[in-house]
């Protein structure tokens, strides 16, 4: 038995790729005879638009997905993931980082040793006392990162198998205050007890991360499954200018939540009769595609 959870972000309507890794993460507790828990990752006060997460919830809802206990919202447990913070410092892992966004992308883009592209090459790691207090005086506010080393980190997923990926000085608190999310979704994880994470393949890059700092954090380690995306017919990632792609949008035009239902099912390759039981009964986690599923409207 393998505890799963569903964690949207309130920042728009969840659409159909949202929906199918929702079914998927649900699926997936309910043949195990695991526990499903739903939480909104509304720490970033940018994504949290009103109105939005009631009606995430309500989407789900009309779906006939469950969860158990009560629906957690991130933002109302910013002090665990500070404790954490604290306790990475107090083993001299975390330093003050001064660069602008700008700054950071251009070093990405330059040269810079082992460090894979698009990582972060460690510009403020070794700032001096004085370096510092003239960054501070520039009224440049700081980030928080992990002091990493560059490590390699293997995970093993349940479709994608081995992935290794060079752990670099990643955000543990952005420069407004708030806990980054790679910090917020491992003790998140870990307080409520999740140990089977189910999300899309896009985030996939981003787990050896997690786990390397979960390790550092001395907390457990859920395993993975990262679902292929939803995609227009060109191949983009699905999105709200590709048609009739949220469940509200599909019930204007005359579908029923059973109907949606089935279609997310027959992208799954699962029976399309709409019956969230009859899908529980005949799922096989071995089955599930691993190729993106083409959305035509």
């Known amino acids: 038995m393998s505890v799963g959870r569903f964690a949207p972000t309130p920042s728009a309507e969840l659409h159909l790729g949202n929906l199918r890794t929702a079914l998927v993460a649900w699926l997936l507790a309910r043949t195990a005879g695991s526990d499903f828990l739903l939480r909104i990752e509304d720490l970033d006060p940018a994504s949290r638009r009103p109105g939005v997460a009631e009606g995430q919830v309500r989407d789900l809802t009309l779906l006939g997905l469950d969860w158990d206990g009560s629906i957690v919202r991130q933002s109302e447990h910013l002090e665990r993931m500070h404790d954490a913070i604290a306790q990475l410092d107090a083993a001299g892992l975390v330093y003050p980082c001064y660069c602008s966004r700008r700054e950071v992308l251009e070093a990405a883009t330059a040269p810079h040793g082992p460090v894979p592209d698009g990582a972060y090459p460690g510009t403020c790691r070794d700032l001096t006392a004085r ?167």
């Open 131 to 297: 370096q510092r207090a003239a960054r501070q005086a520039e009224g440049r506010p700081a980030a928080l990162r992990l002091r990493a080393g560059g490590e390699a980190v293997t995970i093993v997923d349940r479709h994608h198998g081995p992935v290794t990926a060079v752990v670099d000085d990643l955000v543990l608190r952005r420069n407004d205050g708030v806990p980054a999310y790679n910090l917020a979704v491992v003790v998140d994880d870990a307080a409520q007890g999740v140990e089977e994470v189910v999300r899309g393949d896009d985030l996939l890059s981003s787990t050896p991360r997690q786990v390397y700092l979960g390790g550092l954090l001395g907390l457990p380690q859920p395993t993975y499954a990262h679902i292929p995306l939803v995609v227009a017919p060109d191949g983009r990632r699905l999105a709200k200018r590709d048609g009739a792609v949220t469940l509200g949008d599909r019930l204007a035009l005359g579908e029923t939540a059973a109907d949606v239902v089935a279609r997310l099912a027959g992208s799954l390759g699962l029976p399309t009769d709409g019956s969230l039981s009859g899908l529980v009964d005949r799922f096989d986690p071995e089955m599930l595609p691993t190729d993106p599923w083409v959305f035509e409207g």
